[in-house]
């Protein structure tokens, strides 16, 4: 490592001091040690600010990622053994160094994906908040006592671990989505490998190093970068392999649904977080100002790059324009764009040219359907690489051929908002039900009776009412529909990663 702060693995200047450089690094964790790959081949980690070169990663094969397995596989035999107020203490002790480092966390993640520092710093409290709930739920993972209906049986339950999970993580929130699976994982007793996205594969080693520092054992986490071009054959050995147990995936509906199909061939556990498409309403009663700031966070934080940002805006027609108003009245007040290291900006560059081009495609489709732009891009050449700035644009009172539009069956991932009129409580109900997706809803109105009718009606996971943030460490998150199975967070989250066994004693 360089002096003064600077590591020696960045091929770029960025205006960050590190700390603790060490936590910086380009290699595979496995087994306890940092390796490279069998190949020696590499792949580039890009900074989306300029899309430059940040690192070169280690680019793990199938071999490497079955050797991981098989070093997963080996710890699980002494780690289940493991008592639970040990496990919570290690699961404490990587909380705490997490918190200890956390602005070098923030910067690693600001770098590689783009996200301003000031958000950066959110997510990394985001992930520890998780561990955080791990730690009290720990002790509390049991079983219980059953009557038997047998005068002279007596029936108990257990809940034990499971072995070797696999966790796949997505890039969009790269620190927050490790602690979520594989904090719950670990706490429950098992032992993981962890593929992060190519985009974000720093967040997960600089968490590794804090892993080891926290005193588990060898093998208990491995970490496995790999590149997209090697993404399908490492997916597949986790897939396929007889030690893992568990599969644990966040990211789009047809891979959740590829994955998922690979485990059933060896009836494998697994916990699905998928694609969402959001609908958020207002109705006609509804607070303009409140139902502004909702949108807002639901559909700008991030730059519009989370499964549950809302995507499929209703207002209703009475006040469309009013809400409009309110929405580019609050947009300059609440989101600050500038240098992601600028502790004041709070809005920045999509993850990569990929997501530029999606958002343009649904621009241009929200335009030739005769949608007005009212704030933002209008298509053109962009001033920076994937700089988006927020987008409004608005439907006339008439339009009515939603289905036509591309985000009524995709979801947008970016900074595209396009107001789109309704004037029935039920006709707004059946638009935002009638895709095949359910994660999260939204929607503003200050009729009670409304609320508990709607939130019981819209067919997700999560609803938001009067909110536009639903994501929340003791809430269960997760979606139904095609939107995956299990839940991640809340009061039962670490059963997910159990299973029961009955006892039966005769007397």
Not at 98 to 118: F, H, M, Q, V
Not at 403 to 408: C, E, M, Y
Request: aromatic fraction near 8%.
């Amino acid at each position: 490592m360089a002096a003064n702060g600077t590591s020696s693995v960045l091929k770029k200047e960025i205006p960050y001091k590190f700390k603790d450089p060490s936590l910086l690094d380009t290699r595979a964790f496995v087994g306890g040690e940092w390796i490279n790959s069998s190949t020696g081949k590499t792949f580039p980690v890009l900074d989306p600010e300029d899309d430059k070169v940040a690192a070169e990663v280690t680019d793990m094969s199938r071999k490497d990622v079955a050797a991981a397995i098989e070093a997963a596989h080996e710890a699980f035999q002494s780690y289940k053994k493991i008592p639970h107020r040990t496990r919570r203490f290690m699961v404490r002790a990587w909380a705490d160094a997490i918190k200890a480092n956390r602005e070098d966390l923030a910067a690693i993640c600001t770098l590689e994906l783009g996200k301003p520092y000031s958000e950066s710093l959110g997510t990394v409290k985001y992930g520890t908040d998780y561990l955080d709930w791990f730690d009290g739920l720990i002790e509390r993972l049991g079983g219980e006592t059953i009557p038997a209906a047998k005068q002279d049986n007596r029936v108990i339950t257990i809940r034990q671990p499971q072995g070797v999970v696999a966790a796949i993580t997505p890039w969009n929130s790269p620190i927050a989505m490790i602690t979520r699976k594989v904090g719950a994982a670990i706490a429950a007793g098992n032992t993981v490998v962890c593929k992060p996205a190519p985009e974000t594969p720093l967040c997960a080693i600089a968490l590794a190093k804090l892993f080891e520092r926290a005193g588990f054992p060898k093998g208990v986490l491995n970490i496995v970068p790999c590149s997209a071009e090697n993404t399908p054959e490492c997916g597949d050995e986790m897939t396929s392999s007889k030690f893992v147990k568990h599969l644990s995936f966040t990211g789009s509906t047809p891979v959740g649904k590829l994955l998922n199909t690979e485990c059933a061939k060896s009836l494998k556990r697994t916990s699905m977080e998928l694609g969402g498409n959001a609908p958020f309403i207002v109705f006609e009663d509804a607070d303009m100002k409140k139902a502004a700031d909702g949108l807002i966070a639901s559909k700008f934080r991030s730059s519009g790059q989370t499964c549950v940002c809302a995507n499929r805006i209703l207002v209703h027609k009475d006040v469309i324009n009013d809400f409009r108003d309110m929405v580019l009245k609050r947009l300059p007040e609440v989101l600050v764009s500038g240098s992601v290291w600028d502790k004041k900006t709070n809005f920045g560059p999509l993850y990569s040219s990929k997501g530029v081009e999606k958002v343009k495609r649904h621009l241009e489709d929200f335009k030739s359907k005769g949608a007005t732009i009212h704030a933002g891009w209008e298509g053109g050449k962009l001033d920076s690489p994937n700089m988006i700035p927020p987008t409004l644009l608005v439907h006339s009172p008439e339009f009515a051929d939603r289905k036509a539009l591309q985000v009524s069956t995709e979801e947008t991932f970016g900074p595209l908002a396009s107001l789109m009129p309704f004037t029935e409580e039920a006709e707004a109900i059946k638009y935002a039900n009638e895709i095949n997706v359910g994660l999260a809803s939204y929607f503003f109105t200050k009729d009670h009776s409304r609320m508990w009718r709607v939130a019981e009606a819209l067919e997700t996971g999560m609803v938001g009412v009067q909110v536009g943030l639903v994501s929340a460490v003791e809430q269960p998150f997760g979606g139904i529909k095609e939107s995956g199975m299990g839940r991640e967070g809340g009061g039962n989250c670490l059963e997910e990663y159990t299973e029961i066994k009955s006892i039966t004693f005769g007397l």
